[in-house]
């Protein structure tokens, strides 16, 4: 069974950063695509970035250049690094491993 938990969303001002964490288990995590998706109110859920096993990473067009994905897998963790915040950013942020999500973790950006 696997398992992800997010931690690490909060309130931030605009221009500020955030570290959000996942925290895997229940699978060989150092092999697995790692992924990050945000839904905002009244809007789908939409990619944000992600992390293949072999280190490649694929960003959405919002979050390159100001978000880095990383991955520990000593830990078994995944993390999302976000710089230079904007209000449009606030959104439930979510972690995805193979078919799997997590909770979510709330990021609210204010201006």
């Known amino acids: 069974q696997v398992q992800l938990v997010e931690s690490g969303g909060g309130l931030v001002q605009a221009g500020g950063s955030l570290r959000l964490s996942c925290a895997a288990s229940?699978?060989?995590?150092?092999?697995?695509?790692m992924g990050w998706y945000r839904q905002a109110p009244g809007n789908q859920r939409e990619f944000v970035a992600r992390?293949?096993?072999?280190?490649?990473?694929n960003y959405s067009d919002s979050a390159k250049g100001r978000f880095t994905i990383s991955r520990d897998n000593a830990k078994n963790t995944v993390y999302l690094q976000m710089n230079s915040l904007k209000p449009e950013d606030t959104a439930v942020y979510y972690c995805?491993?193979?078919?799997?999500w997590g909770q979510g973790t709330q990021v609210t950006v204010s201006s």
């Open positions: 229940g699978s060989r995590f150092s092999i697995n695509t």
């Open positions: 995805t491993m193979l078919s799997y």
């Open positions: 992390m293949l096993g072999t280190g490649i990473t």
